[in-house]
């Protein structure tokens, strides 16, 4: 059995300028030093905007923090003329671990596809960045489709196209529970993270399916984390809204203390 560490990640989308994510981070590592929260034991990562990432990098580097950050997006191209666009050769650079890439505000806002959610994909593995590949339903596919298809079938187009040793994270995020505060139920997380790590196992193989962390997001609190991570296959959180909040955020990263009723 691999033991697969469980991954806490804030999506902190577009908030906070450089100045506010430096105090975040600090009074994060200070809130978790705090309450001997074991980094061993749940891995946290950061995403803020680009403009914050070298500030996050010089203030983890500095204080030595065993934190993780990646970027939130980045060019499927290595260089050139592509205005505004960010290279996965520059996150490296920074130091960052992750890439997010296909998140629904992206494929909805900027029509984002599976073919360029794949491009994205193979540029983050080049660069040696670990993809955080994010899947999910809007609310009329769950009617149309139920569930798991419509997640399924984008997870599957992506994978097609990777080396089978690539190091990928998945992040299954129902639209509809996205900053809605309609979290889905921890059985629904469960059903359709167990199809994503089935897709992986069919496309990588057994070893990267039980290796790969596939995190469910969507409203995630700390009121709900725990009964979502008590779930086989859900590995760990992607977390928007409540990753804004130092005492929240810090309170998810802590779930093993959690007690369900
Ligand atoms: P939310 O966002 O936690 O605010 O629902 C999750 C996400 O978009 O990654």
């Avoid at 469980?6 to 577009?14: E, F, T, V």
């Avoid at 996965?88 to 505000?105: D, M, N, P, Q």
């Avoid at 979502?228 to 859900?234: S, T």
């Amino acid at each position: 059995m691999v033991d697969r560490r469980p991954l806490i990640a804030g999506n902190w989308k577009m908030n906070f300028d450089h100045l506010r994510s430096i105090a975040f981070v600090q009074k994060l590592a200070w809130t978790l030093k705090d309450a001997k929260h074991s980094a061993a034991a749940v891995e946290v990562a950061v995403f803020p905007p680009f403009t914050d990432i070298r500030s996050v990098q010089t203030t983890i580097e500095a204080d030595r923090l065993e934190f993780a950050f990646g970027g939130q997006d980045l060019s499927p191209f290595d260089s050139g003329a592509h205005t505004g666009d960010i290279s996965g050769e520059f996150l490296a650079k920074l130091g960052c671990r992750y890439v997010i890439i296909g998140h629904s505000e992206r494929r909805q806002d900027h029509h984002e596809d599976d073919a360029l959610v794949t491009a994205k994909t193979l540029a983050a593995i080049k660069h040696g960045l670990v993809p955080v590949i994010c899947v999910g339903e809007t609310s009329e596919d769950l009617e149309k489709f139920g569930a798991s298809a419509v997640p399924v079938g984008q997870l599957r187009t992506v994978l097609a196209e990777l080396p089978k040793d690539a190091d990928i994270v998945v992040a299954y995020e129902p639209v509809w529970a996205i900053g809605s505060g309609q979290a889905a139920t921890p059985a629904q997380a469960q059903e359709v993270c167990a199809a994503l790590r089935a897709v992986i196992a069919e496309v990588l193989g057994d070893d990267a399916a039980a290796a790969t962390r596939v995190l469910y997001g969507g409203s995630v609190k700390s009121i709900n984390i725990a009964s979502f991570m008590r779930e086989k296959d859900v590995d760990g959180a992607l977390v928007g809204g409540a990753s804004l909040d130092v005492e929240e955020f810090a309170k998810i990263v802590q779930f093993p203390k959690h007690v369900i009723a």
